[in-house]
């Protein structure tokens, strides 16, 4: 009885803490300079897991909170733009009981959510290789894309089977296509026509990367688009990322200097 006591007042007291210590990050942020567009790299939920005596899968699972965390966290500060990496190219290449259980959890997870998104205003996007999911996947995706659809507040983009590299080749395939069948010419060939052929055409690109875990790498996301995003890096395991964490890398964030080639004092002048 004691222990469970001591266990309430520990956690009351954490309660309030943390609440007050996400008031006074909201405080410091300004609103005018807020990132349109964050993306975030979500890693290190194996090793949380193996941290824990556990299965991998544990750590996919219990990442589903932090996820739930940002996208709140993201709408109750007006970002208009959340693209979350939850699963590569690359990652094909796992174990299969690992992919098979990603995929599941996948399913789940747009099954319990689909609800709130909506009631949060939420609209759903994908990038990626759609096709090469799973049926199931596909499908639960592109109804929850539709239910969303009207939804008007953050639109969160989810990364799957996604790869940079492979969006510019086949963008540079469906150039090729068009300018062979006279749908565009060789000098119409622009940066911004480039970007109008990748997934995220009509998505403008990120303000700010954040990656979890400790790894410093791009790891094949958004290679075209990160051109000009600031990265910040967190030792956090993304299991453990909460609002509090996304708060602080907004706030750090906002106190550099977007210079895009310019001097300092153009910039400031
Ligand atoms: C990120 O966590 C989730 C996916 C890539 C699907 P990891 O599964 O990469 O976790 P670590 O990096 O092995 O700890
Ligand atoms: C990047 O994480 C992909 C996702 C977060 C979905 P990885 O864990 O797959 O990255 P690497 O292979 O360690 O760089
Ligand atoms: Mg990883």
Known sequence: MLILERKFETDFAFNIWYKRKIMDIKDKLREKQLPVHVAIIMDGNGRWAKQKGNMRIFG????????????????????KYLTLYAFSTENWTRP???????????????????????????????????????DSVQKKLQEAILRTSHCKGLTLVLALSYSGRSEITNAVAQMVTDAKSGKI????????????YLYTSEIPDPDLLIRTSGEYRIS??????????????????????????????????QQRERRFGKTGDQISS
């Open 96 to 134: 299969k009981s690992e992919v098979d259980a990603l995929m599941t959890l996948l399913v789940t997870t747009i099954n319990t959510e689909v609800d709130e998104l909506i009631k949060n205003n939420v609209r759903l996007k994908q990038i990626g290789d759609l096709k090469s999911l799973p």
């Open 185 to 196: 010419a060789a000098e119409d060939i622009s940066e911004s026509l480039v970007s109008s």
């Open 220 to 253: 094949n996301f958004l290679l075209w688009q990160l051109a000009y995003s600031e990265m910040y890096f967190t030792g956090t395991l993304w299991p453990d990322f909460r609002k509090k964490d996304l708060f602080e890398a907004v706030l750090d964030y």
């Open 60 to 79: 996919h699972k219990n990442g589903v909170k932090a996820v739930r965390e940002v996208v709140e966290a993201a709408g109750e500060i007006g970002i």
